[in-house]
């Protein structure tokens, strides 16, 4: 199974708009499988973003979302905005690169930046 970065970014907005921090349960996203998103519950686990337990049932192994991270949170927060989301998949494409979580974190991270100086230099 392929990664798919808008899904990693959809769990992770999933787990934050949750009202109670901990409530532990599988995300339900429109238009992804089961199987996709517990392939990428276990990858936001592995990659630090999530606390997950891990799971199985007569559907399969999976992962069970506890929180997320502090990586997780600082991820997010470089790609909650759309338009910087959408924007950094572009730029990252459209330099060669292959869309990783690093390369996708750094071109948000650099718009982060460049926002901020504009309405430094503008204010």
């Known amino acids: 199974m392929k990664r798919d970065m808008d899904l990693i970014r959809d769990l992770l907005l999933d787990l934050e708009a949750r009202e109670e921090p901990r409530a532990i349960s599988i995300p339900k996203l429109e238009g992804y499988s089961p199987q996709q998103i517990a392939y990428h519950l276990g990858l936001l686990k592995q990659a630090g973003l999530i606390e997950a337990v891990a799971i199985r ?16 949170h600082e991820f997010l927060a470089a790609a909650k ?11 990252v ?30 204010g």
């Not at 905005?81 to 730029?91: N, V």
Request: aromatic fraction near 8%.
């Open 93 to 122: 494409k459209d330099k060669g690169g292959a869309l990783t979580f690093e390369a996708l974190k750094t071109a948000m991270t650099e718009m982060t930046k460049r926002a901020i100086l504009f309405a430094i230099s503008a």
């Open 81 to 91: 905005d759309e338009k910087h989301w959408g924007k950094a998949k572009r730029l």
């Open 57 to 72: 049932d007569r559907n399969g192994a999976g992962w069970l979302p506890e929180s997320i991270t502090w990586e997780g």
